[in-house]
């Protein structure tokens, strides 16, 4: 007996809304329904036992997704064309960004460059007086060595008495 309840099975079944056609003269009797204005199903609260394998639903296809109605397409386009605009403008702020951004390094780069420049300009007139004093220093060294060379000539050594040669 247990392995009967084991397989039994209590079903409630859903029957379809009766469709039983009237003659046009006779009136449709109304459902009366527990202050709900909507439309169910009636209920068939028969109990049915089934004992063994229980059967194999009946699978019912899936309606398709309807695709939005006409007056809704509109709405989608106008989202899409919001959403480009908003990617659109982003696009533009950051591309005004790194522009203003390339202005302030190209600004930099060119005042280094001006800097450096004038920093050269100071670094060749440096070089250029100090090659100027050298020559002068050198200028000096062969008038001394020229005035040294007649002069050397007349010392003479008071030991020996000869003379000087530098």
């Known amino acids: 007996m247990e392995e009967e309840e084991s397989g039994s099975e209590l079903q409630l079944l859903l029957l379809p809304k009766p469709s039983i056609e009237f003659p046009n003269n006779t009136p449709v009797p109304e459902a009366k329904t527990d202050d709900d204005a909507t439309d169910h199903p009636q209920l068939d609260l028969s ?3 089934s004992v063994g394998q229980k059967p194999q639903p009946q699978l019912q296809p899936q309606p ?8 809704e397409k ?3 386009g ?3 064309v919001q959403a480009l605009r908003q990617q659109t403008a982003e696009q533009i702020r950051l591309a005004s960004a790194e522009k203003a951004y390339a202005e302030r390094v190209r600004e930099l780069t060119r005042r280094e460059l001006e800097l450096a420049e004038k920093e050269f300009a100071r670094a060749r007139a ?4 100090a090659r100027e004093e050298v020559e ?8 001394s060595t020229r ?3 007649p002069a050397c000539l007349e010392i003479t050594c008071h ?3 000869q003379r000087f040669c530098p």
């Open 47 to 49: 109990l049915s036992i």
């Open 147 to 149: 005035r040294v060379g």
């Open 136 to 143: 002068r220093v050198e200028r000096m060294k062969e008038m």
């Open 126 to 129: 440096v070089w250029e007086r």
């Open 74 to 76: 509109p709405r989608i």
């Open 78 to 80: 106008e989202r899409s």
């Open 159 to 161: 030991s020996c008495r």
């Open 64 to 71: 398709q997704p309807q695709p939005p109605p006409l007056h």
